[in-house]
């Protein structure tokens, strides 16, 4: 399914549109991804921030550091609370694109594993993928 992409938050008050193709995508097992979407991991994409649209409403932000000890912004509904995306303060130029906030998350590749040292021990990770103990240098898999 080529982009555009759109999404938004569960009560509709937010909606987006992604322009581009993501510049990888992937499977987040961090302390923050597990209590954000309340599951085992959160998966994502990253885009450049010029690709990606708010169309319609104002996303709420928080600011928190990560697991790596950079600060993000988190932007989320302040109605409902769905999480959508990130803007990581280390890259100002890209967001984190939070994929259960998509309309349709099923054609996301992913395309790695990372913070796989707070992976809950029953989460099947495919083993023909790359595996990162921690924030890995995204340009190595960034085109790959």
Known sequence: MPAPYTGGCACAAIRYTIKSEPLISYLCHCTECQKRTASAFG?????????????????????????SGNELTINFCGDCGTALFSAPHARPNIRVMYCGSLDDPSWVPVKLNIWTKSALPWVYRDPSLPDEPGQPD????IGN
């Open 43 to 67: 998966l994502n994409l990253q885009i450049t921030s010029d690709n990606l649209a708010i169309d319609k409403g104002t996303p709420k932000e928080r600011t928190r550091k990560g697991d």
């Open 138 to 141: 995204m340009s190595m898999y």
